[in-house]
Nanobody, 115 residues
Framework: QVQLVESGGGLVQPGGSLRLSCAAS????????MGWYRQAPGKQRDLVAI???????NYADSVKGRFTISRDNAKSTMYLQMNSLNPEDTAVYCC?????????WGQGTQVTVSS
């Protein structure tokens, strides 16, 4: 019953910016903790940022100061603003929602940072 759809990925030059969106269906959106993960080819899936039901946020050290996670409960949408992108940020970015006792994943959106 919970469905997540990401958008906003694409190709961007080093130093550029992108904003990812994750639209979540289902009731009581404001009661869910959510986050962004990414996975590059040949690497494990890593946590990028999380935002809990109260809006409190945490970031991976690699993106602190460059990425901002936010949510708009009225629109049932979570965002990831990515600035100062570098090639190491290239990955498939997936949103995640925790509805106890289960977690739910979106299909992912590709972000490629290259000249």
């Amino acid at each position: 019953q919970v469905q997540l759809v990401e958008s906003g990925g694409g190709l961007v030059q080093p130093g550029g910016s992108l904003r990812l969106s994750c639209a979540a269906s289902g009731s009581i959106f404001s009661g869910y903790d959510m986050g962004w993960y990414r996975q590059a080819p040949g690497k494990q899936r890593d946590l990028v940022a999380i935002i809990n039901r109260r809006g409190s946020t945490n970031y991976a050290d690699s993106v602190k100061g460059r990425f901002t996670i936010s949510r708009d409960n009225a629109k049932s949408t979570m965002y990831l603003q990515m600035n100062s992108l570098n090639p190491e940020d290239t990955a498939v970015y997936c949103c995640w929602l925790f509805r106890p006792p289960d977690g739910y994943w979106g299909q992912g959106t590709q972000v490629t940072v290259s000249s």
